[in-house]
C-alpha cells in the first residue's frame, strides 16, 4: 500500500506524502498535553492558531471527523420539536443530530440532474419558500458537495439571517476553499457568515482521517458546542489525530495558497487534455470547486487506472472521482501519470447503463427521534410497503439520504431499493416500526 508508485487520487488528504505524521505523536491526556473536554493549554492554543488562521472566533478540533461536528452543531441550534431546513442530499450525520436534538426537519427536495447524474444544489427561491412557510429555527447547507459543486452559500447565509435563522455549513470537503480566492475556487462558507462551519481538513488538507474542526464565526455558542462535544466525543481522544489538526492547520497557513496556485496549473493543463479527447462529465457552466476532477466512466477504466497505479476515489455510474490537493502539488507524480493515461481511458467503450430515477423523500410522518426510539423490526423490501422506516438508508460513498427514520415507505420507494441491492449498492433488508 505504501509502494512508491501508487498513486492515490481519494482521501486522506496527505495522500502518504508527509513523513511529519509519525506515531511518536500517540500520547495520552498526560501533563502538558492539555485535555480536549476542557482545553487549558496546549489544545487551546493550538485551536486558537487554527481561529487565526481561518479568521473565526473560535475552533474546536473533532476527533470523531466532521460527523460529531454536525451532531454538536444541529444539537447547539435546535431542540425538541424545533424546525431545522435540511437539503435532501445532506450526509447521514445529520440525521444523526436530528434524532439526538429532537428536532423537525423541513426537508428542501432539490432538482436531480439526470445526464450528469448529481443533485443540484439549493437555491435561493427554493430555500426563501420554506422560510416563508414554515417557523424555522436552523439551517444547514453542503458547501461543497462530493463532486465539488456548490449553492450560493452567501445569499443562502444572508436570506436566513434576515429571518433570524441560524446557519449550519457542511464543509466537510473544503477545508482549502479559504485560501483558493486567487485560483477561482468557490467562496468558503466562513467567509459567507454561517454561524458554525464544519470541516474535514483530513479530507482536503494533510491531516490523519478522522480529524477534523469546527468553526464558530460567532463565540456566542462556543459553550453549547463545547457542552454537546464533550457529549458525542470519545474519552481518549487520538493524540495523533490532533498532532495532525495542528500540522494541517500550520501547513495550510504557511503553503496554502502557494500550492493551490500550482495545482490550478496541474488541473489546468488535465482539463485542457481532458475537452482535446472528450472526457468530460459536467457542463462547466456551475460553481464548482476544480480540485474534484471527474472523468467520466469507461468499460475496463478502474483496472487501467489501477495498473498504472492511479486510485481514484469513486467509481460510480456515469463518472470517476479522481480528488486533487495540496499534496499533488507537492509532488506532482500522480498527475502526470493520469496525463500519460489519458488517451488510452478515451479509446475504451463509455458506460451505457441507464441511470436510476431516484423517488422524492417519503412523506415524513414522524419525527426521527420518535421513529428510532420505538421499538421495531427487520423486513425484506417487499414488506416494508407502507411501513415507517426506523433506520436511515445513505449508501456511502458519499453517504446522502435515501430513506429517514419517520418516513413511510410506498411502493415507489420499496422498487428503488429493490434497485439499489440488484446494483450491490445496499443490503435487501430494512428496519420498520
Known sequence: MARLD???????????????????????????????????????????????????????????????????????????????????????????????????????????????????????DQVAKLIAGHSLKGALFTNPDYFGFVPDIATLTRLCHSAGVAVIADEAH????????????????????CDIIVQSPHKTLPALTQAAWLHLNDGGLAAEIQHWLNLFHTTSPSYLLLASLEFAGEYARNHAERLLKRLARLEKALSLQCRALNLQVFSGAAPRDWTKFTLPARLGMEKLLRRAGVYPELV??????????????????????????????????????????????????????????????????????????????????????????????????????????????????????
Not at 473544503?174 to 457568515?193: C, I, M, W, Y
Not at 479522481?322 to 481511458?345: F, H, S
Open 6 to 124: 501508487r498513486f492515490p487520487f481519494h482521501m486522506p488528504g496527505h495522500k502518504n506524502r508527509f513523513s511529519q505524521l509519525v506515531p511518536k505523536f500517540d500520547a495520552t491526556e498526560l501533563p502538558g498535553l492539555d485535555n480536549l473536554h476542557n482545553p487549558q493549554a496546549a489544545i487551546m492554543r493550538a485551536q486558537a492558531r487554527v481561529a487565526e488562521t481561518y479568521g473565526v472566533a473560535r475552533t474546536f478540533f473533532l476527533v470523531n471527523g466532521s460527523s460529531v461536528g454536525l451532531m454538536a452543531a444541529i444539537a447547539s441550534v435546535v431542540g425538541p420539536g424545533d424546525k431545522i431546513l435540511v437539503p435532501r442530499a445532506s450526509h447521514k450525520s445529520v440525521v444523526a443530530g436530528l434524532i439526538h436534538s429532537g428536532a423537525v426537519p423541513v426537508w428542501l427536495e432539490q432538482d436531480y440532474c439526470i445526464p450528469e447524474q448529481r443533485w443540484l444544489p439549493p437555491t435561493a
Open 174 to 193: 473544503g477545508a482549502h476553499l479559504k485560501f483558493g480566492g486567487a485560483v477561482n475556487l468557490p467562496v468558503s462558507a466562513v467567509d459567507a457568515a
Open 316 to 433: 460510480q455510474g456515469n463518472k470517476v472521482l479522481l480528488m486533487l490537493t495540496l499534496a499533488d502539488a507537492y509532488d506532482d507524480a500522480g498527475i502526470r501519470a493520469l496525463c500519460r493515461l489519458l488517451p488510452r481511458l478515451a479509446a475504451l467503450s463509455a458506460v451505457r447503463r441507464p441511470p436510476l430515477a431516484i423517488p422524492p423523500l417519503p412523506v415524513q410522518e414522524v419525527s426521527p427521534r420518535e421513529a428510532w426510539q420505538r421499538g421495531g423490526k427487520r423486513v425484506g423490501f417487499r414488506d416494508a410497503r407502507g411501513r415507517i422506516a426506523r433506520q436511515v438508508i445513505a449508501p456511502y460513498p458519499p453517504g446522502t439520504l435515501v430513506i429517514v427514520p419517520g418516513q413511510r415507505l410506498t411502493g415507489e420507494h420499496v422498487d428503488f431499493l429493490e434497485e439499489l441491492h440488484a446494483r450491490k449498492v445496499i443490503s435487501r433488508w430494512i428496519e420498520v416500526i
